[in-house]
């Protein structure tokens, strides 16, 4: 399938407005055109007043105008493209300043909606506003939408939760969701059916996209992704299993309204090469599994053997149970009984908890 360019021609006329770089010149042309500012401004059906202030304050024109202008003279739509310098939203909306113009769908296009989807949102304002405790991702947001739409302005609020909101103009939000008729609310969102006709890279990035915000690395050596949305699922199960071959591939109910997707343990590997994560800890901790499994000689251990060598780590460090886990080479599952058994017998105990994290400690026996 071809790829879509999104001209200024066919954005939604009626929620964008545009700054040109020769304002002047196209308004001092069309009023000749028209053969005076009164005729002009009857042709648009606005006051001459309101076409005095876009040229006395080099204000931006709404693209409803601009269209009429340009059908009616007969422009050249790539001209008029090309000398727009800014454009944004209704209002005192924040810009697009240096757009890239036509927008063009890219994997990163389809990642903004993926985010947008996961921990961002787009508020009864529609403006779209992306929230993470992971400045990484936080960043990788920012470099997505200079990448599709320009240079644009966004605003950076941290919060005392440790989570950074970064919003962004509600023009970008406006534009995708009339390119593709989506709805970015949690439980109706969807992914454009459009996407199981693109090329594969465009799966790759939205399931990296909705993964590095939605999903979680399991140390039983599985990848999981949770959403109250099981449609959401539903679709990117298909990509995975229609698109990139996954062959196992479940979907299963964690609470009430609540749903996760399980990438089971012999295809983690794959997705490792095939998707990835953006998010380092996410990426660091998957990097690790794919190291044990790799190192594992398929001897099993022998009893007592993990609380022997769990005993002798914490003698020189406190550790948590994750890093017992990475220092044993075992899957969660084989490191949480023995660690419950020895806790039983006053041989370890909890020294800290730092969020869901435990800390072991040796005692002294």
């Given amino acids: 399938m071809v790829i879509k360019k999104f001209h200024l021609k066919d954005f939604p006329a009626d929620r964008i407005r545009i700054l040109l770089s020769d304002n002047d010149k196209f308004i001092d042309d069309s009023i000749n055109y ?5 005729k002009l401004a009857n042709f648009l059906s606005v006051s001459p007043q309101v076409i005095h202030f876009w040229k006395k304050l080099n204000l931006f024109i709404p693209l409803v105008h601009i269209k009429k202008i340009v059908n009616k003279r007969g422009l050249d739509w790539n001209e008029i493209e090309s000398n727009v310098i800014t454009y944004k939203g209704p209002n ?10 036509p927008i063009i769908e890219s994997p990163e296009l389809f990642a903004l909606i993926a985010h947008l989807i996961g921990d961002g949102s787009v508020n009864k304002n529609n403006i779209p506003i992306y929230t993470n405790s992971n400045k990484d991702l936080i960043d990788n947001f920012q470099k997505l939408i200079s990448s599709v739409f320009g240079d644009v302005d966004e ?7 440790g989570c950074y909101d970064l919003r962004s103009p509600r023009v970008i939000a406006d534009l ?15 992914i454009p ?3 199981k006709d693109l090329p594969i890279e465009f799966s790759v990035a939205l399931i990296r996209a909705f993964a590095d915000d939605e999903g979680n690395v399991d140390l039983n050596h599985k990848i999981s992704i949770y959403s109250t949305n099981k449609n959401i699922l539903l679709s990117i199960k298909e990509l995975l299993t229609g698109k990139l071959d996954f062959s196992d591939v479940q979907i299963a109910e964690k609470s009430e309204s609540y749903f996760y997707l399980t990438i089971k343990p012999k295809e983690i590997e794959k997705y490792f090469q095939v998707i990835g994560f953006n998010h380092p800890t996410k990426l660091n901790k998957l990097s690790k599994l794919i190291e044990i499994r790799n190192n594992y000689n398929g001897v099993r251990r022998k009893n007592n ?8 780590l914490l003698s020189s460090e406190n550790l948590s149970t994750e890093e017992l886990i990475f220092k044993l080479g075992v899957r969660k599952s084989n490191v949480n009984m023995p660690l419950k058994d020895l806790y039983k017998k006053g041989l370890i105990t909890k020294s800290n908890k730092i969020g869901q994290k435990i800390i072991w400690t ?4």
């Fill in 34 to 38: 028209f053969g005076s500012l009164k």
């Fill in 92 to 101: 005192s909306s924040l810009a697009v300043k240096n757009p890239k113009l």
């Fill in 155 to 161: 605003k950076i609020y941290y919060r005392n939760s």
């Fill in 176 to 190: 995708i969701k009339f390119f593709y008729n989506i709805d970015f609310k949690t439980r109706n969102a969807i």
């Fill in 193 to 195: 059916e459009r996407i």
């Fill in 305 to 312: 053997e993990t609380k022997e060598e769990i005993i002798d």
């Fill in 362 to 365: 040796k005692l002294e026996v």
